[in-house]
């Protein structure tokens, strides 16, 4: 069985095919043929040129800069843009427009929705994610970054860690501590600050790829107005939630296509390197792709729900577990293929560490090995694997939860 598209999708297909014949240089290779400042220079243009023609964000409603479009014609923009080689947005649009603006069109009142929604779109704000911290990784609801109303603003203390693209941003959306006295879930609130302030300190942490794309963030009496609370105070888990919806399931259409382009590329790096005879090495090819191919079912599967009107929710992890562990897996066969040659590896870099390369790379030795060293890390950030599972067990399957660590309070009470 192979999905099938219908004649009005397929003459939208025909727009997006001449939208991107229009506006690409001639002799177009793909972002992968760009480094350094070339490609730095590329993308900030392309943001400008999608914003300008609406493609920036199409399945946001018109009146807020969006373009209406349904969720299948969201996966046709990004399977043309995945075959011609270019990005759909900038490097912190997963956050501002993927996130937080999905977010806001859910939660915001109006008065933020108009105000944020397009300065989200125009540049005007660059978003980053505080959520985790040192002791609230995966037990997210542990958080103690502190948050008190002192008159009409919020004044915050504690830290966040693991901020991806911090450096980049601007603004931050970041889950507080409003009320340490209610059960953990309960007193968290979900706040809008403004990093251009003098109580934000933005620090980089270098990962073993030798870069640093995330970082740590300190909150020193930092302050935002009391009105930049979405979802209301203390009620910040369910729009925590939410988000991390949208994080973990909203691409579940439109990731698999960049899954398979880079299989594409490492079919021939197994030619390249005189293994593709192996029969091991066929074998986990072979596995590779049936992955893939069941990635792009079940995303399918998750595109005719939106099409039903479903909100991301739960079943995002679903989708979070599969492409993680699976990326771990193929990226570690990308090192035996390479041999030796992944010990001094050579060529071009990973344009970023977080996600498979562009299309368009050539097949370098650093290529591979820059993907793979951050692959791992895809089981743990945005939620790690074994929390996944529990959210699966419990929240989709309806398991009794998992058993809790007796706390000493409760036993020394009794």
Known sequence: MRPTYSADAEAYREKVQALLAEKLPAKWAGIGALEGDELTAFVTEWRKTLYGAGYLAPGWPIEYGGAGLSALEQVIIAEEFAKAGVPTGGPND????????????????????????????????????????????????????????????????????????????????????????????????????????????????????????????????????????????????????????????????????????????????AKESGKINDPSIRQRLAWCYSKVQIMRYNGMRTLTKFLQGHHPGADGAMFKLYWSEYHKIVTELSLDLLGAHAMTPSGRRPSTAFQTDDAGAPNSSWSWVGTFLNARAGTIYAGSSQIQRNI???????????????DPKATDAR
């Open 94 to 269: 997963v956050f501002g427009i993927q996130m937080l603006g999905n977010t806001l069109l859910q939660w915001g009142t109006e008065e933020q929705k108009n105000h944020y929604l397009p300065r989200i779109l125009s540049g005007a704000d660059t978003w980053c994610q505080g959520y985790s911290e040192p002791n609230a990784g995966s037990d997210l609801s542990n958080l103690g970054l502190r948050g008190e109303l002192d008159g009409d603003q919020w004044v915050l203390n504690g830290q966040k860690i693991w901020t991806s693209a911090g450096h980049l941003a601007d603004h931050i959306f970041t889950l507080v501590r409003t009320d340490p006295d209610a059960p953990r879930h309960k007193g968290i609130s979900f706040i809008l600050v403004d990093m251009r302030q003098p109580g934000i300190e933005v620090r980089p942490i270098k990962m073993i790829s030798g870069e640093s794309e995330f970082n740590e963030i300190f909150y020193t009496d930092a302050t935002a107005p009391k009105d930049e609370v979405v979802g209301g105070v203390n009620n910040g888990w369910a729009v925590a939630m939410t988000l991390l919806g949208y994080e973990r399931g909203e691409s579940a259409a439109t990731v698999p296509i960049r899954y398979q382009a880079e299989l594409d590329r490492l079919f021939v790096l």
């Open 392 to 406: 699966i067990g419990e929240m989709v399957l309806g398991l009794p939860k998992e058993p809790k660590a007796t």
